[in-house]
């Protein structure tokens, strides 16, 4: 691996911090680990490994796997090693700068330990199950449609569309021939609710019957004239279909409802006087807020 790569490695790591490690791997190696490089007489350990692989995550190229993935991280902490000794010999960890660096990480990893504690007791099949069967029996009846559309830039041409189609031409060749938004599909939408769709789209497929066409209808895409395939209630999907979504949110609250308690409980004091507005409407950090879905046409 060359000198050039191994330096652009090092940087990306290098904004993460690596005191803790380098802390770790200077201190020896444990009884039972198994020693895969020494430097300098430091010795480096398949625990050192799995440490870096944890805190490296999406910074590992996703093309490396197995062996290759390793020696990648191997590369990386030799590199971090060096560094390390050097930074010692300068006596960089003896400056103010870098106790108070060491401070806050230690912080950060106590409270990434005891919120990753809550969310192993969090986690659990019956917690997932509970919370999957209350957000079942709490969905409201929601229908869900199939339709195909003819999209154009024009009232003028939307009318000369539509008259093809009642004309008895077929819809997907309409589609081909003028629409804005043939592509692969043809013109199909696939299966939406509502809320998928901007409003005007939406109120007009929502008054269709299966095989009905629309009048032209103005978004602002442009003009449409849509067909509606078929229109289905919403079916809720199965618990192995979004148990990881359902986790997520299970450990979300746990660790939101920790820190919430916390608060609660604690003497805080600010000196920034942050506006009454933006400390109500703040979230904890262990709660992160959901992202909306996006509309489309």
């Known amino acids: ?4 790569r191994k330096n ?4 990306t790591r290098a904004a993460l911090g690596a005191f803790g490690l380098a802390a770790l791997l200077a201190a020896g190696a444990p009884a039972n680990a198994k020693v895969l490089a ?3 007489g430091v010795e480096i350990t398949d625990d050192d490994l799995k440490l870096a692989m944890e805190d490296l995550g999406p910074g590992i190229p996703r093309q490396l796997e197995g062996k290759a993935r390793d020696a990648y991280v191997l590369d990386f902490l030799v590199d971090e090693q060096l560094v390390v000794q050097k930074a010692q010999a300068d006596k960089l960890a003896e400056t103010p700068e870098f106790a108070k660096k060491l401070a806050y990480l230690r912080d950060k990893a106590l409270m990434e330990t005891l919120l990753g504690n809550v969310a192993k007791q969090a986690a659990t099949e019956a917690a997932i199950k509970q919370t999957y069967d209350e957000a079942a029996k709490n969905q409201k009846p929601e229908t869900e449609y199939h339709a195909h559309h003819i999209l154009v ?3 003028e041409d939307a009318k000369k569309a539509l008259a093809r189609v009642k ?5 997907a060749k309409v589609v081909a021939e003028v629409s804005k938004d043939s592509g692969p599909k043809n013109g199909d939408l696939g299966w939406f609710t509502k809320d998928r769709m901007v409003p005007e789209f939406a109120d007009a497929a929502a008054k269709l019957e299966p095989g009905q066409i629309s009048d032209p209808v103005k978004t602002q895409f442009g003009w449409h004239i849509i067909k509606l395939d078929e ?7 199965p618990l192995d279909q979004v148990k990881d979504q359902v986790a997520r949110y299970v450990v979300q609250k746990a660790q939101s409802d920790l820190v919430v308690k916390l608060r609660e409980a604690a003497k805080i004091e600010r000196t920034d006087q942050p506006p009454a507005d933006a400390a109500k409407d703040a979230k904890p950090a262990a709660a992160p807020a959901a992202k909306p879905e996006e509309k489309k046409k």
């Open 231 to 237: 229109k289905r209630p919403k079916a809720f999907p």
């Open 8 to 11: 652009a490695r090092f940087t």
């Open 38 to 40: 020494k430097v300098n």
């Open 1 to 4: 691996m060359s000198h050039a």
């Open 167 to 171: 004309g008895g031409e077929d819809f």
């Open 153 to 155: 830039g024009s009232e």
